[in-house]
């Protein structure tokens, strides 16, 4: 593991892109269904910033008693130097030691470090802190709130490049997120997003290319969608993946490496990528009643050089019989679309709190323009959605 001071985390770019903090009169009350619409806590934001108070392997650890007390929460053990939950009314936050996420109001949150035992308290790393926590629980304290009118939407694979597929070939990955993404685009244009899709039709788009659409069409909110594959029929449910923080090691490798501090342009939405993730993953894991596999991280090709924030989502496993079953049903995949699309609302109106403004997303903003066929064109080379290791997306429930 790299050596990983406090002092170097300062200059991380998510410090140094935080900035002042400036937000403080946030709605915090609920609307609507009790299920927690608002979970972003209303506190003073200059007084969150946390001093390591511990450090392990060269990272900086700051401890559950005092995130608890930035937060305003109170902090409970389960499990006597184990397990312990954060609570306030609306907000629930469990921790437990050696486990590399938390569960925020019941979603899973990975996050880049393991949380630590030490002495009588749990300690989270600072850049977790920041990084993973910070942009779901107080998003106001980020700078540069994005605008949230252009939506590129991404069918996963295309063309010679079918994705993964069901038991006997049955379903293909190609198709179906062909299918569910035009679904999606229908449920977003109706709420008066501008929606375009990197391709409408069976064509293979180059990764990089996919990307570059959305920086072309001057997107405002990527969403790549993608159905998921592992070698065994046992597993299923949901994963949602932000582009993985700089500074920070994707999900599925352990040890942090070198690359892993390199900052790319996607970088420079972590925040957003981290709080529209989680609102997504929940509405899904939510309507769908699939199980949970959590807000995850990878640097996706397909999410690297984004200018605006994106998505990776894998809405279920080809490879699990039932979840195959279900998508073979055209009412599952327009839930699986609606329920992508309430996460983005979800998204949209917590942008609008930060903002003070009325909602913009729930009345429409106006006329739905029409972007250039010309920029769905497509690509000449076959490769599948892959990460820094050269993994598909289909490997990504290892
Ligand atoms: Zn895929």
Known sequence: MSVRKSDTLLNH???????PVRQ??????????????VLF?????????????????????????SVAGR?????????????????????????????????????RVYLGYPIAARGSDLFVSESDFEIAMRPILTPQAFPKVP?????????????????????????????????????LRGQ?????????MTRDSDEFIELENRAAIANRLGADLFLSIHLNAVGTTSVAGIETYAFTPSGQSSTRNGNFRAGDNKSHPGNRNDPWNALVGYYVQRELVKSLEAPDRGLKRARWEVLKTLNCPGLLIE??????PTEAGKMRSSGYREEVARAIANGVFRYQKTLNRIRGMTSVGAKGPGIVRRF????TAGGRFVRHAQDENGFSDHESSR
């Open 24 to 37: 403080r009169n946030i709605l915090t009350g609920a609307s609507g269904r009790a299920i927690a619409l």
């Open 147 to 183: 605008k949230l009118y252009r939506i590129v939407i991404d069918p996963g694979h295309g063309g010679k490049d079918p994705g993964t597929r069901s038991a006997g070939k049955i379903v293909f990955e190609k198709n179906l997120s062909l299918d569910i993404s035009r679904r």
């Open 315 to 320: 809405t279920g496993f080809l490879t699990n």
């Open 13 to 19: 770019p998510i410090f140094r892109f935080m900035g």
């Open 372 to 375: 250039p066929e010309e920029l």
């Open 71 to 107: 937060l305003g929460m109170t902090r409970k053990w389960i499990r006597p130097n184990r397990k312990m939950v954060l609570h306030s009314d609306w907000t629930r936050l469990e921790f437990e030691s050696n486990e590399r996420r938390i569960t925020l109001n019941g979603i």
């Open 41 to 65: 806590l209303n506190i003073p934001c200059g007084s969150l910033h946390a001093a390591p108070e511990a450090t392990l392997n060269g990272v900086g650890y700051i401890g559950l008693k």
């Open 188 to 196: 977003l244009a109706a709420r008066g997003y501008a929606v375009s």
